[in-house]
């Protein structure tokens, strides 16, 4: 057992770091406005360091490493606002490289050298979060219709990977060309503007099954584990940031700092972070290492106890700005709205607590 | 980052659980349960302890030549979970083990850690606490007990409070004051007080859950050897903070947390027993979201232990972010205490004495235990400003 991450693990995330402050900054959003147009060269960049194929076996152009290597960098992106196309299509990586039959070898070369954008359609309107009350579905030619909310980058992917049941009724996971004939992508409107999400209606779409029940609920777990690291770096950029704001601000003669009613928030805050963090890289080892049981247990305590940090964290950051938190110039809101977008998407806390109480009781009925 | 054992973890782990089956006694924790005298079970106790030290599982982490097996703290944490899979009973020598040891680890001479460590880890010699005083709670360093030079030694005047267990500890850890003049950091030393000494006196306090485990203790001309000062005169400020750190650090909140799973467990078996009127207590959503949360807390309270395992096992001391642990545990074994009383009905009021009580009046019990969290080793005021102040830097 070894509950840390080893030297190169640490260095690999340093350098993302230094990247994505250097080229990434959060003022892009304030100034610069437009999501998609600030992409194109981060992406460039990113492909560069070798992130997409991150997860993609070494004989197929990539680094071969796994879901724990990811969690720290998963972490970065998080706390940098990284558009949710780039972990969508690092997370694709993982799931045909699991899943996908040989054929799809093509694909994981593009995607390791970051040619090929893929983006998950998972949730819907009405459809909560368990997958097998989706009402997407195939029809009995094996053609898919449906329609799926907040896909990220939609209009842009080459790749859909949709949630969608079978004609039986089994729910599992489809590939479907994005440019393809009866696929249609709808810009949302949406609370979170550090990233564009679409709506998508499949109309008789031609969909390839990349694999059942279990590929469907990997991919969500993957994507909560991937956003549980991303609140956990949103968690701890905000802490930093209220921390530096709160040793400069003075108010009274003194740095509003020094005062404990503020120190005891800022300690709070701290506390939950390290926590979060405890629960997003146990989440990360489950994707990797544990059984069914095990993994979905450990994601959805990660998932929850993230959600639940964040949401305290960033409502404290908040406050403790003052009336320059409120203000747009202070950026605040940016990770606020990401934090809460992925707090949301993928899984409430209700939804996770449950299935933690229904793993938790397995395992004690089992002893 | 593996929280898998390797081949050895599993050797080690399989040999922990067969020695713990073999040891407890039959129906353990099922039918068989920990003497209800308070007194009859720190006895109990203290002999669990001494059979943990036959079996070779003291100071599973210790180095050998003071008798530990010189394993790392990764076999101490199996070590851990599997006590906690067998219900196995507390030990009640911690202070000796996680406090004094450690201490005399970073801080005491050699001579030192020959005499004390071998006898802390056969549960020879018990261990109290004598820091806190009536006007020396979260002001640590303004403790006025006072310890004078004369000849060969010191000669110790003064009033401790909260000293847990000091009616069964053959020793005591001090801190006291050797400089009237000097700021109070800088007045303070640190020694090894033998119990037995003429001129102490011990007067228990009852708590709020109607036990007896701390006291006041008096200090009456006791004559303290000069070899009984750890470190140099004077510095016992910085080396309390040694011993502070580990009273608050993931080894003692792993052994915690273990119990506090134990709870946990024992709620949700009672929530699928209990009926609230319509529905069994484990049928209700609202009661649902109630305990998973607490399981999420527990399992990362454990995750954050661990984390500090490896940090340690890296060589890191803990310092002022042992201060995360505390604050984190206490509040969190605390809202677990308070929402079991919240989630099977009226009789959950009753205590162990009566005919009706749910699980032997543990639940009541553990929700008053439970009100001293946050308040020892530090209140939770005390841990937020360490953590502000030493940890995110924030001016004092």
């Given at each position: 057992m070894?509950?840390d991450f080893?030297?190169e693990?640490?260095m690999?995330r340093?350098?993302?770091?230094?990247t994505?402050?250097a080229?990434?900054?959060?003022?892009l959003f304030?100034?610069?406005g437009?999501?998609?147009?600030?992409e194109?060269?981060?992406w460039?960049?990113l492909a560069?360091?070798?992130?997409?194929?991150l997860m993609v076996?070494?004989d197929q152009?990539?680094?071969?490493?796994?879901?724990?290597?990811f969690a720290l960098?998963?972490?970065?992106?998080?706390?940098?606002?990284?558009?949710l196309?780039?972990?969508?299509?690092?997370?694709?990586?993982?799931?045909?490289?699991?899943?996908?039959?040989a054929?799809?070898?093509e694909n994981l070369?593009?995607?390791a050298?970051?040619?090929?954008?893929?983006?998950?359609?998972a949730y819907?309107k009405?459809?909560g979060?368990?997958p097998?009350?989706f009402s997407?579905s195939?029809?009995?030619d094996g053609?898919?219709s449906?329609?799926k909310?907040?896909?990220a980058?939609?209009?842009r992917?080459?790749?859909?990977?949709v949630?969608?049941?079978?004609?039986?009724?089994?729910?599992?996971l489809y590939a479907?060309?994005?440019k393809?004939?009866?696929?249609?992508?709808?810009r949302?409107?949406?609370?979170d503007?550090?990233?564009?999400?679409?709506?998508?209606s499949?109309?008789?779409?031609?969909?390839?099954?990349?694999g059942?029940?279990?590929?469907?609920?990997?991919s969500?777990?993957?994507l909560?584990?991937?956003?549980?690291?991303?609140?956990a770096?949103i968690g701890g950029r905000?802490?930093d940031?209220?921390?530096?704001?709160v040793?400069?601000?003075?108010?009274?003669?003194?740095?509003?700092?020094a005062f404990?009613?503020i120190k005891?928030?800022?300690a709070?805050?701290a506390v939950?972070v390290n926590?979060?963090?405890?629960g997003g890289?146990f989440?990360a080892?489950?994707?990797?290492?544990?059984?069914r049981a095990e993994?979905?247990?450990?994601?959805?305590?990660g998932k929850a106890?993230a959600?639940?940090?964040a949401?305290?964290v960033?409502?404290?950051?908040?406050q403790l700005h003052g009336g320059?938190?409120y203000t747009w110039?202070?950026?605040l809101?940016f990770?606020?709205?990401?934090?809460?977008h992925?707090?949301i998407?993928?899984?409430?806390?209700?939804y996770h607590n449950?299935?933690?109480?229904?793993?938790t009781?397995?395992?004690l009925a089992?002893? | 980052?593996?929280?898998n054992d390797s081949k050895?973890?599993?050797a080690f782990?399989?040999e922990?659980?067969?020695?713990?089956?073999s040891?407890?006694?039959?129906g353990w924790?099922?039918?068989?349960f920990?003497?209800?005298d308070?007194d009859?079970?720190?006895?109990?106790?203290?002999d669990w302890?001494?059979?943990?030290?036959?079996?070779?599982?003291?100071?599973?982490?210790w180095?050998?030549k003071y008798g530990g097996?010189?394993a790392?703290?990764v076999?101490?944490?199996?070590f851990?979970?599997e006590?906690?899979r067998a219900?196995?009973?507390?030990?009640i020598?911690?202070i000796?083990?996680n406090?004094t040891a450690?201490t005399l680890?970073?801080?005491g001479?050699?001579a030192?850690?020959?005499?004390?460590?071998?006898?802390i880890?056969?549960?020879?010699e018990?261990?109290?606490?004598g820091f806190s005083?009536?006007?020396?709670?979260?002001?640590l360093a303004?403790?006025?007990?006072r310890?004078?030079?004369?000849?060969?030694?010191?000669i110790?005047?003064?009033?401790?409070?909260w000293?847990s267990?000091?009616q069964?500890?053959?020793w005591?850890i001090?801190?006291?004051?050797?400089d009237?003049?000097?700021?109070k950091?800088?007045?303070?030393?640190f020694?090894?007080v033998?119990m037995?000494?003429?001129?102490?006196?011990?007067?228990?306090?009852?708590?709020?859950?109607?036990?007896k485990e701390?006291?006041?203790t008096?200090?009456?001309?006791?004559?303290?050897?000069?070899e009984?000062?750890?470190?140099?005169?004077?510095?016992?400020w910085r080396?309390?903070?040694t011993t502070?750190?580990?009273?608050?650090?993931?080894?003692d909140a792993?052994?915690?947390?273990?119990?506090?799973?134990q709870e946990?467990?024992?709620?949700?078996?009672?929530a699928?027993e209990?009926?609230?009127?319509?529905r069994?207590a484990i049928d209700?959503?609202?009661?649902?979201q109630?305990?998973?949360?607490?399981?999420v807390?527990?399992?990362?309270?454990?995750m954050?232990c661990l984390?500090e395992?490896s940090?340690?096992i890296k060589?890191?001391t803990p310092?002022p972010?042992?201060?995360?642990m505390?604050?984190?545990?206490?509040h969190?074994?605390q809202?677990?205490a308070?929402?079991?009383m919240?989630?099977l009905?009226?009789?959950?009021?009753l205590?162990q004495e009566?005919p009706?009580t749910?699980?032997?009046?543990?639940?009541?019990?553990?929700?008053m235990?439970s009100?001293?969290?946050?308040i020892?080793?530090g209140?939770?005021e005390?841990?937020r400003?360490?953590?502000?102040?030493r940890?995110?830097g924030?001016?004092?």
């Amino acid at each position: 057992m070894n509950f840390d991450f080893n030297d190169e693990q640490y260095m690999f995330r340093d350098t993302v770091r230094d990247t994505l402050a250097a080229q990434f900054p959060i003022d892009l959003f304030r100034d610069s406005g437009e999501p998609v147009a600030l992409e194109g060269p981060l992406w460039a960049q990113l492909a560069e360091l070798g992130l997409f194929g991150l997860m993609v076996p070494e004989d197929q152009g990539g680094l071969g490493l796994g879901m724990v290597d990811f969690a720290l960098i998963a972490e970065e992106f998080g706390a940098a606002l990284v558009p949710l196309t780039v972990t969508d299509t690092i997370a694709a990586s993982l799931i045909l490289a699991k899943y996908a039959a040989a054929a799809r070898a093509e694909n994981l070369e593009k995607l390791a050298s970051g040619e090929l954008r893929v983006a998950f359609a998972a949730y819907e309107k009405n459809g909560g979060y368990d997958p097998s009350q989706f009402s997407t579905s195939l029809g009995a030619d094996g053609s898919l219709s449906g329609r799926k909310l907040l896909v990220a980058g939609a209009d842009r992917a080459d790749m859909l990977l949709v949630v969608a049941n079978d004609a039986a009724g089994e729910p599992g996971l489809y590939a479907v060309d994005a440019k393809g004939a009866g696929v249609v992508a709808t810009r949302e409107a949406t609370l979170d503007i550090t990233g564009d999400y679409h709506a998508v209606s499949f109309a008789n779409a031609a969909a390839e099954r990349i694999g059942g029940p279990d590929a469907g609920e990997f991919s969500l777990d993957l994507l909560a584990t991937i956003a549980a690291l991303g609140l956990a770096g949103i968690g701890g950029r905000m802490l930093d940031t209220t921390v530096a704001y709160v040793k400069e601000r003075s108010q009274f003669g003194q740095p509003i700092g020094a005062f404990q009613a503020i120190k005891h928030r800022c300690a709070d805050m701290a506390v939950d972070v390290n926590t979060a963090r405890s629960g997003g890289y146990f989440a990360a080892w489950a994707m990797a290492s544990a059984d069914r049981a095990e993994r979905q247990w450990a994601v959805s305590m990660g998932k929850a106890k993230a959600n639940r940090m964040a949401v305290h964290v960033m409502r404290e950051s908040l406050q403790l700005h003052g009336g320059m938190g409120y203000t747009w110039e202070m950026a605040l809101h940016f990770p606020y709205r990401r934090g809460r977008h992925l707090e949301i998407l993928y899984g409430t806390t209700e939804y996770h607590n449950e299935r933690v109480l229904q793993g938790t009781m397995a395992q004690l009925a089992a002893g | 980052m593996d929280f898998n054992d390797s081949k050895e973890e599993q050797a080690f782990r399989d040999e922990v659980r067969a020695w713990l089956a073999s040891a407890l006694p039959q129906g353990w924790g099922k039918t068989v349960f920990e003497p209800e005298d308070e007194d009859e079970r720190a006895h109990f106790r203290i002999d669990w302890e001494r059979k943990l030290f036959e079996g070779g599982w003291s100071g599973i982490s210790w180095p050998t030549k003071y008798g530990g097996r010189g394993a790392t703290l990764v076999e101490q944490g199996i070590f851990a979970e599997e006590c906690a899979r067998a219900q196995a009973p507390e030990g009640i020598n911690v202070i000796g083990r996680n406090l004094t040891a450690t201490t005399l680890i970073h801080h005491g001479n050699e001579a030192q850690r020959e005499r004390y460590l071998p006898k802390i880890l056969a549960a020879q010699e018990m261990w109290c606490q004598g820091f806190s005083e009536p006007n020396a709670g979260s002001d640590l360093a303004s403790a006025r007990c006072r310890a004078e030079p004369d000849g060969d030694d010191f000669i110790v005047n003064g009033q401790k409070i909260w000293t847990s267990f000091a009616q069964y500890s053959q020793w005591c850890i001090l801190l006291a004051r050797t400089d009237q003049h000097a700021p109070k950091h800088k007045g303070l030393s640190f020694f090894l007080v033998d119990m037995k000494s003429p001129g102490i006196t011990i007067r228990p306090l009852t708590q709020i859950s109607g036990e007896k485990e701390f006291n006041e203790t008096f200090f009456e001309d006791v004559r303290v050897p000069k070899e009984n000062l750890v470190g140099e005169l004077n510095d016992g400020w910085r080396i309390a903070m040694t011993t502070l750190a580990y009273e608050r650090g993931a080894e003692d909140a792993l052994a915690r947390q273990i119990r506090f799973k134990q709870e946990l467990d024992l709620l949700i078996e009672k929530a699928q027993e209990v009926e609230l009127g319509a529905r069994r207590a484990i049928d209700d959503p609202a009661i649902r979201q109630r305990l998973a949360q607490s399981i999420v807390d527990l399992e990362l309270m454990r995750m954050n232990c661990l984390r500090e395992f490896s940090k340690a096992i890296k060589g890191e001391t803990p310092g002022p972010e042992s201060s995360l642990m505390k604050l984190y545990w206490s509040h969190v074994a605390q809202d677990m205490a308070d929402m079991a009383m919240e989630v099977l009905g009226p009789e959950t009021l009753l205590m162990q004495e009566d005919p009706d009580t749910i699980a032997r009046g543990r639940f009541p019990m553990a929700f008053m235990q439970s009100r001293a969290f946050t308040i020892y080793s530090g209140t939770s005021e005390i841990q937020r400003n360490i953590i502000a102040e030493r940890v995110l830097g924030l001016p004092k």
